[in-house]
């Protein structure tokens, strides 16, 4: 996967739509191999960003769980531990 996309599901406040299209344009151009499409390319590109984004939107309200909602500063917090013990601190 990716690394710049981000798990959005269960998260207390729920993901906005500003980080759903944000993992929709990661996961477009990941797919595409292009950062920047070419001009011929771009309505294309976009619509796909569009589409993935709405249907994400769909999914995350969708999903269920029985789990309780994660804090972003507490995930934030272990992923930053994480990388200092994986790449070491700075």
């Known amino acids: 996967m990716c690394r710049n996309i981000r798990t959005l599901h269960n998260f207390e406040p729920h993901a906005t739509s500003e980080e759903v299209h944000a993992a929709a344009l990661q996961y477009v151009r990941k797919i595409s191999g292009s950062t920047k499409p070419s001009k011929a390319n771009q309505e294309a590109f976009d619509d796909a960003v569009h589409e993935i984004a ?8 969708s999903l269920v769980t029985q789990a309780p909602p994660k804090d972003r500063d507490a995930e934030a917090a272990k992923a930053k531990a994480r990388a200092a013990v994986r790449y070491g601190a700075a």
């Open 54 to 61: 709405h249907i994400t939107q769909h999914l995350l309200e």
